[in-house]
């Protein structure tokens, strides 16, 4: 990947605003990705835009972004977890939205 788009991406990524913000990038093979959702600081789930069907963990650093791909039985387990995380921190907004997503995305 390009240095330039490497920036563009982690640009894009770091520009994100809350939940309800609708954010893409563009995979390099694979093309159009939306975000599931945020997991973690500099850690998202993002999926392809049109199947729905190919996930991957966007991890930003410094040195740029990765795209790790992971099952879809291992992004929903992602989802689950971060669903339980808001539950227990009391943050019923962000739950649920988050639960919108996981009923649209995996059921």
């Known amino acids: 990947m ?3 788009q490497i920036a563009q ?3 894009s990524v770091a520009a994100q605003g809350s939940m309800n913000s609708e954010s893409y990038l563009n995979h390099p093979t694979f093309g ?3 975000r599931v959702c945020h ?3 500099a850690k998202e789930l993002f999926a392809t ?3 729905q069907r190919l996930f991957f963990m966007v991890t930003t650093s410094s040195d740029g972004v990765q795209f790790d ?3 879809r039985a291992d992004a929903r387990v992602l989802l689950e977890n971060r669903l339980r995380t808001l539950r227990r921190e009391g ?3 962000a739950y649920t939205e988050l639960q919108r997503v996981y009923k649209q995305t995996f059921q």
């Open 49 to 51: 835009l049109y199947a």
């Open 69 to 71: 791909p992971m099952s």
């Open 32 to 34: 159009l990705l939306y």
């Open 39 to 41: 997991l973690e600081v």
């Open 2 to 4: 390009k240095s330039a």
């Open 91 to 93: 943050d019923a907004l």
């Open 9 to 11: 991406i982690a640009a």
